[in-house]
T-cell receptor, first 113, second 112 residues
């Protein structure tokens, strides 16, 4: 089944403790992206990647890092999480750039205390 | 970047047709317009996409006027399961189309 998977689905952590949210897709898509969703703000793009080793900033990249060492994986790294990064995170992939359809993962709900 | 503006919320009744309009005054020549649907605690799901005039699929229709400064998503005969948030999205051709802006979306509530 074609899908985007994220792990963990739920995470509660404390300020400053490094964490990684994994994202993997099995559709051989070139384009992957991370979004965060907060009440009343919709989805905001954090980072995107056009292919292996090629990444760029979205609208809200501060406090996040990404890497794309393999085509299928696009982990999101929070080196020193803070409470304002408490949010619902979505990973997405598409075969090519917009306007190609983006396929979203199930989401990761992160709470930083 | 082409920013989009949508109504914050809309109410409807089962069986009615629902039209959600999105404004995108700064749309670029090469930009497409895409609509996504999102249920609570799930990732958005593609509904429909178009460039101009009218597009129809098994789920919805998309109407785009000649100036392309707005678009209207039309959902025929909605049911309770259509209660969701609907996002209008315009691709950013200036950055090669990889940057995307979703906006706050329109929360549709369908009543029995």
């Amino acid at each position: 089944e074609a899908q985007v998977t994220q792990n963990p689905r739920y995470l509660i952590t404390v300020t400053g403790k490094k964490l990684t949210v994994t994202c993997s897709q099995n559709m051989n898509h070139e384009y992957m992206s991370w979004y965060r969703q907060d009440p009343g703000l919709g989805l905001r793009q954090i980072y995107y990647s056009m292919n292996v080793e090629v990444t760029d900033k979205g609208d809200v990249p501060e406090g996040y890092k990404v890497s794309r060492k393999e085509k299928r994986n696009f982990p999101l790294i929070l080196e020193s999480p803070s409470p304002n990064q408490t949010s619902l995170y979505f990973c997405a992939s598409s075969l090519s750039k917009v306007p190609d359809t983006q396929y979203f993962g199930p989401g990761t709900r992160l709470t930083v205390l | 970047l082409a920013k989009t503006t949508q109504p914050i919320s809309m109410d409807s009744y089962e069986g009615q047709e629902v039209n959600i309009t999105c404004s995108h005054n700064n749309i670029a020549t090469n930009d497409y317009i895409t609509w996504y649907q999102q249920f609570p605690s799930q990732g958005p799901r593609f509904i429909i996409q178009g460039y101009k005039t009218k597009v129809t699929n098994e789920v919805a229709s998309l109407f785009i006027p000649a100036d392309r400064k707005s678009s209207t998503l039309s959902l025929p005969r909605v049911s309770l399961s259509d209660t969701a948030v609907y996002y209008c999205l315009v691709g950013d051709s200036n950055t090669g189309g990889f940057k995307t802006i979703f906006g706050a979306g329109t929360r549709l509530f369908v009543k029995a």
